[in-house]
């Protein structure tokens, strides 16, 4: 469909595409506007960089001024002390803001808002401290000279050829954050900060992707230092102090935090306000303050929210294209009768070998005991329910099985590889997927994007690489995508895939987690209580819809249920589970009719 | 998409409407010259904690274009001030850009000290402007020589270290070991930097130089410090606010007897009202005859600014509202002696030929609150007096000696 | 070694006042969860109303201790009540960049309000309490700020244990929609928390008035400390901040006397920077919660 990619491509490219006009605008001013737009150019680029982090990871992050003071002291040092061309002393420049980013990103694994905030308030007082204090390299407090850019024997001096200057920069670094943000990378992230265990279980690497979206940010803050320096002439480290982060932080957060145009938009007006209000200094860094603080609880999505809102089509400025690809399929909605073989996933080779194997698990949480010596075997193959009262230890050995809690003994085996000890993550590309109880989709990603992610492949690397090639829907997308859609399809999802995932009925909501679960075609599938809260009406096509997987694919599945009935329909053998121990297992109707798993449902009989 | 950039657009579109505000100042061949008026620029902090120097020097020049105007003007043209705010050298850049090229100013005050004046330096050396540097101690204006810059009141930070050297050492008996307590911000690190050789070229001996923060609270560790080196004499660099507060706790640390030695940023009247009894003995350097509150010209001058301005509040008129007020009248003499050939190479020949310029050869009205400044073809440094200042009776008072 | 006792009294002034400092923080956050990064501001508020009181309307000292830290408990639950109320139920993140941005903007209206660079007010008591040996001086200000803000600080912990108030905020914060249930009602609850908190930042306003001067910049000054002391100590203990407070100061004053002043700043943020990450929790924990 070279159409939308072409719609596509565009969309990622403009907003770069404004950045370079708004400094080609500012040329038709004069000489003071020309400076105060250069200015607006490098705050627009601030803004863009720090969408990643603090937009899209929701990180408090206060050491921007510190980054952009990195930037701008080491290529100005590599420039004024060797000689260093500007081109390369930029990249140098850029390279230490990866580099600070990377090293402030690892001690952020472990820690989460309000301590996380302060962790990056400590890189930036210690940054300046350091800056300061270095008075030999740095000239100290009292500042550094910077001479301007030569390029080429090129001297920019004029402020018309350092606006073109900063908008070639900006616009370049605003490019490849746009196909960050917009690309696989900025969804796991978007994924990341809607849950937790929902991106785990899909094989992203939680600690990994802080890091990185440390690292993406000040490297392009690293960078709007860079090409600051030489525009101000002089740096001090009061240039880079806390007033400045406290600023920054306001640029993604009045303007909107979750795309691109947001930052963009809050950068260049924030960066402008004080200017347009030099009449009324005094209250300017008030008025500014106070307009964010607004703006948070007025209008939580920023500016671009509010003007989406306005405009009056929610997501307009993502995805618009499937959109109306969508628009223009729901005509032709189908029944899913047809479940593709496409997938290259080969079934189990060996049939004999056991799906699921339990051995003697038992997990304490202090002085409870959740689980007491579990067996547990799940042929190839094999629907298997698990049931029992509350509390009886069922969401426990779920959570052991798929890697989100480990067992104080016993062995776990999935296809007879021991899986106690590996990270929830690795889960998936052992060929286990699971939904969850408390549904946990990512609301503010498209259906499709939801299976997207469900397709793994979300190593950190995987998706950065993979962002470049989103942008331009390439062959890896595409792949993806028809995976992807192949699955929605199968739950009869497909006509509303481009919908926003938060905005679907709980129902749905849980096929949704269905689709996401099985586009890797995983070998062994694990529901928790898939059935909860849905109507009759979705429960019998819930059911239909395993039985068929299970068919088509050899799918083995294991699902926890309070619902006897559906358990009774849907499983080929049944286990049930009553303060922590197994206690019958065997063919459903049976099991059911045993008298002391009566009794432990409805008292004694 | 398009949304999206046409506001970006539109919100530059907005920015340089307001800005495009300021009236064009028709060109009598002369930018910022009309039949009727003279266009003044200024720019410096007045927000921040920097703001009460700012707005000092700001007020300073106002209450002197005020009254000139009032007795008529200068060659039958009135004065009008033009102020831009600019507290970091980015603000700077801007603040005199936009009087420059949008506003159009006939010259610039420079009301800024530090980094700021610093980052306009190139500009004003590279414009051609002419500058009245106000406020700023720093070299950057001073050198290399430019012919347009020329500083009022306020010493090259050359000349007003010697002086400072001077007059921390002047005393009986002569200090031998001195402690040193600096600031780690740029203002007293220049001070600090140049006034070091000249101690050291007087043979006098660091008994410990200890820093402290902008905003810091707290001076135990630094006068615990101070106290075990036992020197002769403490010599401080920064500003009030934090001087003030070290000073009175050192009598807490042992440091009752010992003298002390401030930069002249530290003399305002919070200074004995903060450091209390402390204070008693302090000195420090005073580059106008008198200081507030004394009897004579600086009477005259604070009974105009409350008629101004009204009530000031604390610390208010500060030494800036004198630097601006007395310098502005300095210029207004050169722009007098220029008559009706107001262009720039006419204004800085004027300039150059003022010889012991007081406020009062403008007008009898005026108060002479600030030293005679004396100009020449190769020199740009107005004043060059400075004398001793101490605190008696809780309040500063110029000593009457010159050095 | 006599110089460092000289250095630990002026420590134990700072320390106290860092402690209440941190006590207000962390009832605010105690009872809901709020990480209130404006609270350097309420304290600078306490600040300007104790030299309101002393000098512009010449009453007398008593009148500052009771008088301004309930005005200010007053501003910090109309704040909470009218301001951050949309957020009681919004994500951390917002709740936190909000009191950010409110306290910046509370500094710039008080700077508004007040031009002057530096506002002071005399001590409580003046003079020397006690000279001991090695020339070292007890002034009677550091006694009276040693002993009355830890003494402000330690009540505030009885009577956020002792009372109905205290238990409901507990309950509030652990689970509002149970004690809702119970009777606690939220709106009170919080505005209360708020007010409890507004008042102790208010007295550590007062208390901190005479020795560190009055201007806009002491809210950042006491931000900080406070949330280290909080880290230090425990974010949910009240017996903890106060420990926490006298320990950084501690580790401030050493470090400005024996390293430099630059590893005075250093300091604070190195030692939480340790603590988060070898004890997240602090030093004293109540309750099974962790925060990491």
Redesign the interface.
């Given at each position: 469909m070279p159409e939308s990619r072409l719609r596509h491509g565009r969309a990622v490219a403009a907003p770069a595409a404004a950045v370079l006009g708004v400094a080609i605008a500012g040329i038709a001013l004069d000489s003071y506007l020309q400076y105060v737009v250069g200015l607006c150019v490098v705050a627009i680029l601030v803004g863009a960089a720090l969408v990643p982090l603090v937009g899209l990871a929701r990180i408090v992050m206060l050491a921007t001024g510190a980054m952009m003071g990195i930037g701008a002291y080491a290529s100005s040092l590599l420039i004024t002390k060797l000689g260093v061309p500007f081109l390369a002393a930029l990249a140098v420049g850029a390279i230490a803001g990866a580099v600070a980013g990377f090293l402030l990103g690892l001690p952020a694994i472990r820690f989460r808002s309000h301590h996380l905030a302060m962790v990056t308030l400590v890189f930036q007082a210690l940054g300046i401290i350091v800056i300061r204090e270095w008075k030999t390299m740095t000239g100290g407090a009292e500042g550094m000279r910077v001479p301007p850019v030569v390029m080429l024997g090129y001297t920019f001096r004029s402020d018309e050829s350092n606006l073109v200057l900063l908008g070639i920069f900006a616009a370049a670094s605003v490019l490849v954050i746009t196909i960050l943000v917009r690309g696989s990378f900025g969804k796991v992230l978007r994924a990341i900060t809607a849950t937790e265990v929902g991106s785990t279980a899909f094989g992203v690497h939680l600690g990994a992707y802080k890091v990185a979206a440390f690292t993406v940010s000040c490297t392009f803050l690293a960078i709007a230092g860079a090409i600051l320096a030489p525009r101000i002439r002089i740096i001090d480290p009061d240039s880079f102090g806390i007033m400045q982060s406290i600023n920054a932080l306001a640029y993604p957060i009045v303007g909107g935090m979750t795309s691109v145009w947001g930052g963009l938009l809050g950068g260049g007006l924030l960066r402008a306000l004080p200017e347009a209000l030099r009449a009324f200094k005094d209250y300017a860094e008030l008025i500014y303050t106070a307009l964010a603080v607004l703006i948070i609880l007025v209008l939580p999505g920023g500016l671009v929210s509010g003007i989406e809102r306005i405009a009056g089509r929610v997501g307009a400025f993502r995805e618009a294209s499937l959109q109306e690809e969508s628009a223009a399929l729901s005509a032709h909605d189908r029944e899913p009768t047809v479940i593709r073989h496409d997938a290259a996933q080969p079934v189990a080779a060996k049939p004999s070998v056991p799906a699921l194997e339990v051995l003697g698990v038992s997990r304490s949480f202090g002085s409870l005991a959740a689980i007491v010596d579990v067996a547990l075997t799940v042929p190839a193959g094999s629907i298997h329910g698990l049931i029992g009262p509350n509390g009886a230890g069922k969401t426990t050995l779920f959570n052991i099985i798929s890697g989100f809690t480990e067992p104080d003994r016993g062995e776990v085996r999935l296809f007879g590889a021991e899986s106690v000890g590996i990270a929830a993550r690795s889960r998936l590309r052992m060929g286990v997927a699971r939904t969850f109880q408390h549904v946990a989709i990512y609301g503010d990603l498209s259906l499709l994007d939801n299976v997207m992610i469900g397709l793994g492949e979300n190593g950190v690397l995987q998706t950065i690489v993979g962002s470049a090639d989103d942008a331009l829907r390439g062959p890896r997308y595409r792949r993806r995508e028809d995976l992807a859609k192949a699955a929605l399809d199968i739950v009869g999802l497909h006509a509303r895939r481009a919908e926003r995932a938060g905005s679907l009925a709980l129902g749905d909501q849980r096929r949704l987690e269905v689709a996401r679960a099985i586009a890797s075609r995983p070998r062994l599938l694990l529901l928790d209580e898939p059935a909860s809260g849905v109507a009759i009406e979705e429960e019998r096509r819930l059911k239909d819809l395993l039985h068929r997987l299970n068919a088509e694919w050899s799918l083995t599945m294991l699902l926890i249920e309070h619902n006897i009935r559906f358990v009774v329909d849907c499983c080929v053998n049944l286990s049930v589970m009553h303060q922590g121990v197994l206690v019958a297992e065997g063919r459903p109707d049976e099991v059911i009719a045993r008298t002391d798993v009566q009794q432990i449902y409805f008292g004694k009989v | 998409?398009l949304?999206?950039?046409k506001?970006?657009?539109t919100?530059?579109a907005?920015?340089?409407s307001?800005?495009a505000g300021a009236p064009a100042a028709q060109a009598q061949q002369v930018q910022g010259v009309t039949d009727k008026e003279i266009l003044i620029g200024a720019f410096g902090p007045?927000?921040?904690?920097l703001?009460?120097l700012g707005?000092g020097a700001r007020d300073g020049v106002q209450l002197a274009i005020d009254e000139i105007n009032s007795n008529g003007g200068i060659n039958g043209r009135r004065l009008r001030l033009e102020h831009?705010?600019a507290m970091?050298?980015?603000?700077s850049?801007?603040a005199v850009?936009?009087l420059n090229?949008?506003s159009k100013v006939y010259l610039i005050f420079s009301a800024h000290g530090s980094?700021g004046a610093?980052?306009a330096a190139?500009y004003f050396r590279e414009s051609g402007i002419p500058v009245f540097n106000s406020v700023s101690v720093t070299m950057r204006l001073r050198e290399p020589f430019a012919r347009n810059i020329f500083n009022g009141t306020p010493l090259g930070v050359d000349i007003l270290n010697a002086y400072y050297v001077r007059s921390a050492l002047d005393r009986t008996p002569r200090p031998k070991r001195i402690a040193v307590l600096v600031g780690?911000?740029?203002f007293p690190?220049?001070e600090w930097?140049a006034a070091k050789p000249l101690f050291e070229k007087e043979g006098v001996e660091f008994a410990t130089v200890?820093?402290?923060?902008l905003?810091?609270?707290?001076y135990?560790?630094?006068?615990?410090?101070i106290?075990?080196a036992k020197p002769d004499l403490i010599v401080a660099f920064g500003?009030?606010?934090e001087v003030?507060?070290a000073v009175k706790?050192s009598?807490?640390?042992?440091l009752a007897k010992t003298p002390w030695w401030v930069g002249p940023g530290v003399v305002?009247r919070?200074f004995p009202?903060?450091a209390?009894s402390a204070a008693e003995g302090v000195r420090s350097v005073w580059i106008v005859p008198y200081y507030h509150g004394d009897k004579g010209p600086m009477e005259k001058f604070e009974a105009a600014w409350v008629k101004r301005f009204g009530n000031p509040?604390?610390?208010?008129p500060a030494y800036t509202d004198v630097f601006g007020y007395g310098d502005m009248y300095i210029l207004a003499q050169a722009i007098k002696k220029s008559g009706n050939d107001l262009s720039w190479p006419n204004l800085i020949r004027q300039w150059e030929s003022l010889k012991g310029a007081k406020p009062s050869d403008f007008g009898p009205w005026a108060a002479d609150v600030i030293f005679p400044h004396t100009y020449g073809p190769t020199r740009r440094q107005g004043n060059q007096q400075v004398t001793n200042i101490l605190v008696e009776g809780g309040t500063w008072k110029v000593q009457p000696d010159k050095k | 070694m006599v110089e460092i006792l000289d250095l630990l009294l002026g420590a134990l002034k700072i320390g106290a006042i860092y402690a209440l400092a941190a006590s207000g923080f962390v009832v605010i956050h105690k009872a809901t969860k709020t990480v209130n990064f404006a609270h350097g501001a309420f304290i600078m508020l306490g600040a300007y109303g104790a030299w309101a009181t002393l000098t512009l309307l010449k009453w007398p000292y008593w009148v500052a201790y009771t008088a301004v830290p309930i005005v200010v408990g007053a501003l910090a639950a109309l704040v909470e009540f009218v301001i951050l109320r949309p957020l009681r139920r919004a994500d951390l993140f917002s709740v936190l960049i909000a009191t950010v941005f409110l306290g910046v903007a509370m500094m710039e209206l008080i700077r508004i309000v007040y031009e002057v660079e530096l506002l002071s007010v005399p001590s409580v008591f003046s003079g020397v309490l006690a000279e001991l040996p090695g020339e070292i001086f007890l002034t009677k200000e550091t006694a009276w700020i040693g002993a009355g803000a830890i003494a402000c600080a330690v009540a505030a912990t009885l009577v956020f244990e002792r009372l109905t108030l205290g238990r409901g905020m507990k309950a509030m914060a652990s689970n509002y929609r149970g004690a809702q249930l119970c009777g606690y009602s939220v709106p009170v609850t919080y505005a209360l928390a708020w007010f409890f908190g507004g008042v102790l930042a208010g007295l550590a306003g007062v208390f901190a008035a005479p020795p560190m001067g009055i201007n806009p910049e002491l809210a950042t000054a006491l931000i900080v400390p406070a949330f280290v002391a909080a880290v230090i100590g425990g974010f949910d203990s009240l017996k903890g901040v106060i420990v926490g407070g006298i320990i950084l100061a501690i580790i401030e004053t050493l470090a400005a006397a024996y390293i430099s002043s630059a590893a005075k700043s250093a300091a604070s943020f190195v030692l939480v920077f340790l603590f988060l990450l070898i004890r997240p929790e602090g030093l004293f924990t109540e309750g099974t919660r962790r925060h990491a």
């Open positions: - | 998409m949304p999206a950039m506001r970006v657009l919100t530059i907005c920015a340089v307001i800005l007045i927000t921040g904690p703001s009460w707005q831009q705010p970091t050298p980015a603000e850049l801007a850009k936009k090229e949008q980094t610093e980052a190139d780690t911000y740029a690190q220049a930097n200890q820093t402290y923060d905003g810091d609270k707290d135990t560790a630094q006068l615990v410090q106290a075990r500003q009030v606010q003030a507060i706790q009598q807490e640390r042992g305002t919070a009202v903060v209390g509040p604390e610390g208010r | -």
